[in-house]
């Protein structure tokens, strides 16, 4: 616990007691620390509520509660912490509504209230510190209000705006854009509507994340996607989350590593160029898309929730187009080292660079055969969904330092899986048709053609 007897150390301006193991509760006699610039008692296990007496230590520029077990309100008191410029209260068990003189703090540059039980309307003072930078009140289901229309004029020098899971309603105030230094914007899981400010991308070019999941908003622009273009002028932008939302023209974004659009009203072909020539990652389920592309990242979606030893990870998958605009589609492996069982078996393979007296031995054969077994083992009888790999071969089995077998390369994977409210099993056939060149077996394809 934190000795009460700290308070006699009257000329101390520096007390930093975080990630450590303390319980307890913070002394309230702590204000007799006059000269106190930071208070740090983060990452600790200290309960109870937090003394208003902390609000009057006049010289405190830095006070770190976060990560604890605190409970009851945020001190009113703070508000009197004239110096203040780091309030770090997060993660805790605040309750009860933040307290509107928190927005007297005019020297204030970063305030984190997240993953509190705080409720209530978000004062319109905190919109007010002309100098804060960091503005976090993510996680508190219960807060409420809208973000002022003005907020990008009051906040000018904002950079990380973190306010999801709360149940903001109303509009996203056009004003945002001249918020011009904004880096991270999550306002996900709100109850927000409306339309995205068309001049974010013009104006925002600072922009690295920009999640807007899970509310009501949409893009009734021209026809001409002027929203689309505009973001797609956020050269930074790596995380742009849109998904659960009513969004059905979005497909000329660019310069993306990370696309989630699940859950929207989007239709028709999924295109090859645009938004998919850059995106690492994206995700598109809950749509209405069609087409090639959509059998393919079914097959990712597969292919990345199957865990086992004895398979090749997937990574993650990429879906774009090469030089010459031909379509092109891969999925990232995890590296194996020893490379493929099929240069083991045949050492005619086996390249001028390499030594042709590597033999594998009767024990590592035996295992690599129960590798493989159980690898197939769990594809047909323990996965999410029943996989059939359907090219089974010494190529696609890849060995790794201690050579343990994974079974790799699903191009002809066929998933099988039970239909909604039926007894009838529905299968899919991987798009990808590049197992063996020149060989297909007949298995493969299905009874129509007969």
Known sequence: MIPPSLAQASKLRVLRLE??????????????????????VGA??????????????SKLTYLGLYLNSLSGGVPPSFGNLSLLENL??????????????????????????????????????????????????????????????????????????LLSQCQLSGRIPHSIVNASQLKYVQLDDNELEGTVPLDVGNNLKNLEVFSLENNHLEDKWSSDWDIIISLSNCTRLFDISLSSNNFQDIWKLSNLAILDLRGNLLTGPIP????????????????????????????????????????????????SADHQGNDFKALVYEFM???????WLHHSLITQDETPTRRLTMSQRVNIALDVAEALDYLHHHGQVP?????????????????????????????LRKMVNSSTEESTTSVRIKGSIGYIRPGVVNSLLD
């Not at 938004?275 to 990345?304: Q, W």
Request: net charge negative.
């Open 19 to 40: 990630y450590n193991s303390l319980v307890g509760k913070i002394p309230a006699n702590l204000s007799y620390l006059q000269e106190l610039e930071v208070l740090d």
């Open 44 to 57: 600790n296990q200290i309960s109870g509520a937090i003394p208003p007496s902390l609000g009057s230590l």
């Open 88 to 161: 770090f209260a997060d993660t805790n068990t605040l309750s009860g509504q933040v307290p509107d003189s928190l927005g007297w703090l005019t020297k204030l540059q970063s305030l984190d209230l997240a993953y509190n039980q705080l409720s209530g309307a978000i004062p319109r003072s905190l919109f007010n510190m002309l100098l804060v930078s960091t503005f976090e009140l993510s996680g508190n289901n219960a807060l409420s209000g809208v973000l002022p229309v003005d907020i990008g004029f009051t906040l000018p020098n904002l950079q990380i705006l």
């Open 272 to 319: 090859v160029k645009g938004v998919f020539s850059n995106a690492s990652a994206f995700f598109i389920d809950g749509n209405n898309v069609c087409g090639a592309e959509r059998s393919f990242l079914a097959e990712c979606h597969v292919l990345r929730s199957i865990r086992h030893r004895n398979l090749v990870k997937v990574i993650t998958a990429c879906s």
């Open 337 to 343: 080292p020893n490379e493929d069982l099929n240069k």
């Open 387 to 415: 996989i059939v790999h359907c090219d089974l071969k010494p190529s696609n089995v890849l060995l790794d330092d201690d050579f343990v077998a994974h079974v790799g390369d699903f191009g002809l994977a066929r998933f």
